[in-house]
């Protein structure tokens, strides 16, 4: 069991080292992008929101 679990922490290290990590400008850049569709998607929502509750309010009253 120890093999094992010293094997696997070996092969995860060797896999990590073949990772090509982002920089810093690429995620910033990436998180950016995240914040506006985020907030535009919150907009588009409330708008709908804001849409669907106005007919029907009209159509209750």
């Known amino acids: 069991?120890?093999?094992?679990?010293i094997n696997y922490l070996q092969e995860t290290q060797q896999e990590l080292k073949k990772v090509t990590w982002p920089t810093w400008n690429e995620?910033?850049?990436?998180?950016?992008?995240?914040?506006?569709?985020?907030?535009?998607?919150?907009?588009?929502?409330?708008?709908?929101?804001?849409?669907?509750s106005s007919l029907l309010r009209m159509v209750v009253t």
């Open 1 to 5: 069991m120890t093999n094992k679990v």
């Open 27 to 52: 995620v910033w850049q990436a998180t950016v992008v995240v914040i506006i569709t985020t907030f535009l998607a919150t907009a588009f929502i409330a708008a709908v929101d804001f849409c669907i």
